[in-house]
C-alpha cells in the first residue's frame, strides 16, 4: 500500500519523503498522487500508474555511516580542541584519519581521553577497536563512568550509532524502506503487537540489503514521561526510540558485523555522560540514568541550575557551558556578581627555575596524587601521553622534567580532580 497522506504525515512531508527517497522496486523517482475516493494524497513511484510500484527506500549516506570522518581534516581538528584541549589534540593528531587502529595505539588513545578509567575498562575498549576497526577520536567508542566518586565506582563501554552503521555498511551498502525509522502510530501499534502504550513513544525501522533483498524490521521505545539527556545537542525522545529501533534492526540484517555484548547509544546522549553531569549509566541499555543533576559546590551555574564544564586550551583552564548555541561563561558570571576589585598588574620577564631545584611542592604532589587515587603507573601513562615525557624513574623527577606550561597544565588536572573528588558526578 503507497504511503498516505495521515495526522502524522502530512502533504509536506510527503513531498520531503520524495526528495530523499526512491522506488523500492525499481529505483526510480517517487511523485505525490491524489487519490480522489480516498481525499488523500499518496507517495509512489512516478510510474504508479502503469505499474502500481509503492514502496520507498533510502540508501544510507555518507555522514550516516562516517560521521566525523566524512568532515574536513581542519574541522575535526578544532572540535578534537574544543573538546580535549590544544595539547592533547597535538598529541593525538597523527590519529585523527586512521581507519584501524592496533592495539597500542588504540590504548594510547583511550588512556589519554578517558584517564581515569580502570585498565580492565581500557583493556575492554582496545580490544573492540582493534577487532573491528573503530577510533574514539570518531565518537565509535566511549568509556563512561557511574557512581563516580563512590565506593562502587563502575565504567561501561558503549559504541555510538554512528559506529554501528559503518560496521552494517563494511560489507556492502543498505537502505531503510517504509520511511522508517518513524514513530508508530495506535494503529501501526495495535497491527503490530496487538495492544497500545500511550506511556511510550515506539518507533519502527526497517532495513534492506541491495543485493540479497533481505530484509530486517527493528523495534524501539522510549518512556513518554521521560526527557533523555543530551537534549541540549539535539537529542529528543523521539531519537532514542529511532536509534533503539534502529540498532535492532541493523543487528538483524548485518548480525555477524556486530560486537555480542556492547550498548549503542546516541553520541551527544553519551557526550552529555562524559561531562559528569548525571549519575550513573544502565549497564543493560547504555542508557543516561539519574534524572536532575546534583548540585555541587563549585562550578555550578546558579542561572541554568547545572554544572559548568572543564574547559582547557594549553595551559589555560576555565569553566563554561553550552546555552543554546552560545556558551555561559563561569568567571564572566563571577565578575558580575562578586565585582572585585581590580588589580594592578606588573609585567614581569619569566624565567625557568634551574634544573637543580624544584617550583613545586613535591610533598604536595605526592599526596595530591594519593588523594585522588592515582596510582604511580597511571600517572605516568598520562604524562607520556599527554606531554610525550620520559618516564623512567619517580614520579616528582618526571614531573621536573616537564617545562613550566606542561607543569602547570598537570597541577591544574590534579586541583581539579581534587575539587571534584566528593562530588557525584
Not at 180 to 203: H, L
Not at 251 to 273: K, S, Y
Not at 382 to 402: P, R
Request: with cysteine.
Amino acid at each position: 500500500m503507497p504511503i498516505y497522506e495521515s495526522e502524522e504525515t502530512s502533504q509536506d512531508a510527503l513531498d520531503e519523503l520524495r526528495r530523499y527517497h526512491t522506488c523500492q522496486e525499481c529505483g526510480g523517482q517517487l511523485a505525490v498522487f491524489y487519490d480522489a475516493d480516498a481525499h488523500k494524497a499518496f507517495l509512489a513511484c512516478t510510474d504508479w500508474p502503469r505499474t502500481q510500484h509503492e514502496g520507498i527506500e533510502r540508501e544510507v549516506n555518507r555522514y550516516e555511516k562516517e560521521g566525523l570522518a566524512s568532515l574536513n581534516i581542519e574541522t575535526r581538528r578544532e572540535l578534537m580542541t574544543e573538546e580535549y584541549g590544544e595539547v592533547k589534540t597535538k598529541a593525538l593528531d597523527k590519529y585523527m584519519s586512521a581507519v584501524t587502529l592496533t592495539k597500542p595505539q588504540a590504548k594510547e588513545i583511550l588512556v589519554s581521553v578517558y584517564p581515569d578509567a580502570p585498565i580492565e575498562e581500557i583493556a575492554r575498549a582496545v580490544l573492540l577497536c582493534a577487532s573491528y576497526g573503530l577510533n574514539p577520536l570518531m565518537k565509535h567508542v566511549f568509556l563512561i563512568p557511574f557512581n563516580k566518586g563512590k565506593s562502587n565506582e563502575s565504567w561501561v563501554t558503549v559504541i555510538g550509532i554512528k559506529a554501528k552503521r559503518l560496521l552494517a555498511s563494511r560489507r556492502d551498502s543498505y537502505g531503510y524502506i517504509d520511511g522508517t525509522p518513524k514513530v508508530m502510530n495506535k494503529q501501526m501499534q495495535m497491527d503490530t503487537f496487538g495492544v497500545y502504550d500511550p506511556d511510550k513513544v515506539w518507533a519502527i525501522a526497517k532495513g534492506k540489503d541491495p543485493k540479497t533483498g533481505a530484509e530486517a524490521v527493528g523495534y524501539g521505545f522510549w518512556p513518554s514521561n521521560v526527557e533523555p539527556k543530551g537534549t541540549d545537542k539535539g537529542n529528543s525522545k523521539f531519537n532514542m526510540a529511532f536509534i533503539r529501533a534502529e540498532s535492532q534492526m541493523l543487528d538483524r540484517l548485518r548480525p555477524g558485523e556486530m560486537p555480542i555484548g556492547i550498548d549503542v547509544m546516541p553520541e551527544m546522549a553519551a557526550d552529555t555522560a562524559i561531562e559528569g553531569e548525571y549519575k550513573m549509566v544502565d549497564k543493560n541499555t547504555g542508557e543516561i540514568l539519574g534524572g536532575e543533576p546534583e548540585r555541587k559546590t563549585e562550578h555550578w551555574c546558579e542561572e541554568h541550575n547545572r554544572a559548568f564544564e572543564k574547559k582547557t586550551k594549553g595551559a589555560a583552564v576555565w569553566y563554561a557551558h553550552r546555552d543554546g548555541d552560545s556558551w555561559c561563561n563561569e568567571n564572566g558570571k563571577k565578575a558580575i556578581k562578586e565585582e572585585p576589585e581590580q588589580e594592578v598588574l606588573i609585567e614581569t620577564e619569566e624565567v625557568d627555575a634551574p634544573e637543580s631545584e624544584l617550583d613545586f611542592d613535591p610533598a604536595w604532589l605526592t599526596e595530591s596524587l594519593k588523594t585522588v587515587n592515582w596510582k604511580d603507573g597511571t600517572v605516568k601513562s598520562y604524562l607520556k601521553n599527554i606531554y610525550q615525557a620520559e618516564t623512567k624513574g619517580a614520579v616528582v623527577e618526571i614531573v621536573a622534567g616537564l617545562n613550566r606550561e606542561q607543569r602547570e597544565d598537570f597541577f591544574k588536572e590534579i586541583q581539579s580532580k581534587l575539587a571534584g573528588r566528593n562530588y557525584v558526578t
